[in-house]
C-alpha cells in the first residue's frame, strides 16, 4: 500500500514537471508575431475580444511538419491542425466567412517550431500595422509578456513539491 502511494505521487509530481509554458502573444503591439515554442507549449491570443489557444502537440522533425490543437472562446471541442513547412493556415473563428488569422510554419528542429501568426482584416487581408488607439481588430490583451512565470520560477516550484512528495513519502514509510 505504502510503495503504490509512493509510485502514485511519483507520477503526480512528473506530470506537473512536464507541463508546457503558457506565452501570451500582444496584437496590439505589432499584428504579425514570429514565436519559437516547444513541443508542450502553447499560445494564447485574443482577437476580437476572444481568446484563443495554439497548443503545439508533436514536432515531426524529419517529415516537417506539426500536429497542433486550436481552443477557440466558445467552442466545446478544439480543432485539430497539421501544417506543415512553409504552409499557410488560415482560420475564420467567428465562421463569418472571413479569415481571422493565418498561421505559417516556418521551421522545426529538435522539438520546437518557429510559427509565424498574422492577424487579418474585416476582408481577410493581412494587416499591415497595429494601432494601439483601435482595438477593433485585436480585442483585449488579456495579458503582457511579463506576467507569465518564467523558467527559474517553475525550476524552484517543481523543486519544492518534489522534497515535500519525498517529506510526505519518509513520514508514511516510517509509520
Known amino acids: 500500500m505504502k510503495k503504490s502511494l509512493i509510485l502514485i505521487s511519483f507520477l503526480l509530481i512528473v506530470s506537473i514537471v512536464s507541463a508546457g509554458e503558457m506565452i501570451t502573444i500582444d496584437f496590439t503591439k505589432t499584428p504579425v508575431v514570429v ?19 495554439l497548443l503545439l502537440k508533436e514536432v515531426y522533425e524529419s517529415k516537417n511538419y506539426i500536429k497542433a490543437a486550436l481552443f477557440v472562446e466558445g467552442a466545446e471541442t478544439p480543432a485539430y491542425l497539421s501544417i506543415y513547412y512553409n504552409q499557410k493556415v488560415l482560420i475564420d ?10 498561421i505559417v ?18 476582408t481577410g487581408n ?4 497595429s494601432t494601439n488607439v483601435s482595438n477593433a481588430i485585436t480585442g ?36
Do not use: C, M, Q, W
Not at 473563428?93 to 493565418?102: E, I, M, P, Q, V
Not at 493581412?126 to 500595422?129: A, C, N, R, S, T
Not at 503582457?144 to 513520514?171: M, P, Q, R
Open 35 to 53: 514565436e519559437e515554442i516547444n513541443e508542450g507549449d502553447a499560445l494564447r491570443f485574443t482577437i476580437n475580444g476572444k481568446t484563443h489557444e
Open 93 to 102: 473563428f467567428y465562421k463569418d466567412g472571413t479569415n481571422d488569422l493565418a
Open 105 to 122: 510554419l516556418e521551421s522545426v528542429s529538435n522539438n520546437k517550431a518557429r510559427i509565424i501568426l498574422r492577424i487579418l482584416d474585416e
Open 126 to 129: 493581412p494587416v499591415l500595422e
Open 140 to 175: 483585449n490583451v488579456v495579458a503582457d509578456e511579463g506576467s507569465s512565470v518564467d523558467a527559474k520560477t517553475g525550476l524552484l516550484i517543481t523543486g519544492a513539491i518534489v522534497i515535500i512528495g519525498f517529506v510526505i513519502a519518509l513520514i508514511i514509510i516510517k509509520k
